[in-house]
Nanobody
Framework: QVQLVESGGGLVQPGGSLRLSCAAS????????MGWYRQAPGKERELVAT???????NYADSVKGRFTISGDNAKNTVYLQMSSLKPEDTAVYYC?????????????WGQGTQVTVSS
C-alpha cells in the first residue's frame, strides 16, 4: 500500500516561512495532480493548492501570492513553500496524490502535519 509521508510542519511566528514536503513510499504512475489541503479545528478540510502533471497550478484565494506549490512527478514528491504566514493559516496540512490505477481514479493521502502560526 502506497503511503505519503509529510514533513516540515511546526511552530512559526506570523510573517515567517515554512516548507512542507511530501514523498510517496513507492512509485506512483499516471498521476493526474498532486496537492495540499488543510483542516483547521472545527472546520472542514479545504484545498490549499494543486499542481497537475503538466505543471499547472491552482491556489486558494487565501494563499495566493504567499504559497508556492511545486512537484516532481518522477520522484512522486510535492512541496509547499509557505511565506508571510498568518495565524489563520494554522491547521493540519495534508498532501494528496490523485492518479489512475488500472484506469480507475485513486487518491492517496498523507497523515497530516501540523502548522501553527503564533507569536
Amino acid at each position: 500500500q502506497v503511503q505519503l509521508v509529510e514533513s516540515g510542519g511546526g511552530l512559526v511566528q506570523p510573517g515567517g516561512s515554512l516548507r512542507l514536503s511530501c514523498a510517496a513510499s513507492e512509485r506512483i504512475f499516471s498521476i493526474n495532480y498532486m496537492g495540499w489541503y488543510r483542516q483547521a479545528p472545527g472546520k472542514e478540510r479545504e484545498l490549499v493548492a494543486t499542481i497537475t502533471s503538466a505543471g499547472i497550478t491552482n491556489y486558494a484565494d487565501s494563499v495566493k501570492g504567499r504559497f508556492t506549490i511545486s512537484g516532481d512527478n518522477a520522484k512522486n514528491t510535492v512541496y509547499l513553500q509557505m511565506s508571510s504566514l498568518k495565524p489563520e493559516d494554522t491547521a493540519v496540512y495534508y498532501c494528496k496524490i490523485s492518479c489512475l490505477y488500472y484506469n480507475y481514479p485513486r487518491d492517496y493521502w498523507g497523515q497530516g502535519t501540523q502548522v501553527t502560526v503564533s507569536s
